[in-house]
């Protein structure tokens, strides 16, 4: 029997994954998420390390639905369409520290490319330098991969590896759910929950985690990836990734019109500072990170929902990041980069630098 067509991978699903990307996070800053931040894999993980006292920044601390989604929505995928292949690699400890500076690297510029893209379609021109940096850190991380660059061939593994985030992903909704935020205090004797601030900002659990489910759903079939655009079109020429990506600002940006959420201009960007060459630095470590890890930060959640440990390491180590970046005064406010945070893009950029160099594969 001829296997069905995943129409999602063709060009007009991929178009219409990011478009429905696009369109949901501009619905969702209007149903209460925070400015220019719909949907940010990285924002949100932060949040959720908050939410569990990882860190006690209280401004960003919220059990984001949206994260539970991808994972859940990717993993229903991956059964439906007998694609739920449970799978490790090597070198773990190398994608937990991976995953760690991208987190760093997206904390100071505040975003991940997703959030990157949305800032640009809401008009925050801000982002433009961050984008700058993450296509300049996966074009030295395609460098690294024309030499040979490699982490490890991936092998099958138990099917109870492969479950293991979306275990814990089920594990944090029951704690959101079981848990309530008690109002004013901030907490629920379990979870932490921001008064103010971003953390304080989000749509209803409902309509979140809907939109994470579709949307893990739909990504996961189409394998959607902003890293993975940047980089097939610098080593293949090809345009197909890069097709939903156009898609996903081109419909967030007529969303925003249509809704009244364009705003352009530098100054008084939602959740975004104006040191220009950290908003450039920062994504040069995050998308060097991304590139040598393989993947976008939600590419990495839509591969752990299908099974990808590998993957779900990295997802631990950006939760680690964002603790360890509000921990330590590594992460960017309004007000600028933390008091360490350029000491730790630095830091970043010269460790990715040593496993990109020291995990090369000779020719034979």
């Known amino acids: 029997m001829k296997p069905s067509r995943n129409v999602f991978a ?5 178009i219409a994954v990011g ?15 925070p400015g220019n931040m719909g949907i940010c894999v990285a924002c949100f993980e932060r949040d959720i390390a908050g939410a569990l006292g990882l860190h006690r920044a209280g401004v960003v601390q919220y059990m984001r639905p949206e994260i539970i989604g991808f994972v859940l929505g990717s993993l229903a995928a991956a059964y439906a369409f007998k694609e739920f292949r449970p799978r490790v690699g090597s070198a773990p400890i190398a994608r937990f520290v991976l995953g760690t500076f991208a987190m760093i ?12 893209l949305l800032r640009v379609s809401g008009g925050d021109w801000n982002a433009i330098l961050g984008l700058a940096g993450l296509a ?12 040979g660059y490699n982490l490890g061939r991936t092998q099958a ?11 814990i992903m089920l594990g944090f909704l029951a704690l959101r759910l079981f848990f309530p935020e008690v109002e004013g205090q901030g907490r629920s004797g379990v979870l932490f ?3 103010k601030g971003p953390g304080a900002m989000h749509a209803p659990l409902v309509v979140s985690l809907l939109a994470g489910l579709g949307i893990g759903f739909a990504a996961q079939r189409s394998r959607f990836c902003t890293m993975g655009a940047i980089r097939d079109l610098v080593l293949f020429r090809q345009m197909h990734l890069m097709l939903g990506v156009t898609a996903l600002v081109v419909l967030a940006f007529l969303t925003n019109l249509v809704l009244n959420q364009f705003h352009p201009g530098f100054a008084g960007q939602p959740v975004a500072h104006t040191m220009h060459v950290w908003n450039f630095s920062g994504m040069v470590l995050a ?5 040598l890890a393989g993947g976008c930060p939600g590419r990495q959640l839509f591969l752990a929902g299908e099974g990808d440990g590998d993957a779900a390491v990295f997802v631990l180590g950006m939760i680690f990041g964002a603790a360890f970046s509000h921990n330590f005064g590594l992460a960017s406010s ?10 730790a893009v630095v830091i970043g950029l010269l460790v990715c630098l040593f496993i990109g160099f020291t995990m090369r594969k000779k020719a034979a």
């Open 334 to 343: 309004p007000e600028g980069v933390g008091p360490h945070g350029i000491a």
């Open 193 to 195: 929950y921001s008064q």
């Open 19 to 33: 478009g429905l990307i696009g369109i949901f996070a501009a619905l969702l800053q209007k149903w209460g998420n």
């Open 157 to 167: 593994t138990h099917t109870s590896v492969g479950w293991l985030l979306p275990l």
């Open 136 to 147: 300049f850190g996966v074009w030295i991380g395609t460098l690294f991969l024309k030499k």
């Open 287 to 291: 998308g060097l990170a991304f590139a």
């Open 10 to 14: 063709t060009k007009w699903g991929i």
């Open 105 to 116: 690297g997206a904390l100071v510029f505040l975003g991940c490319p997703w959030r990157a």
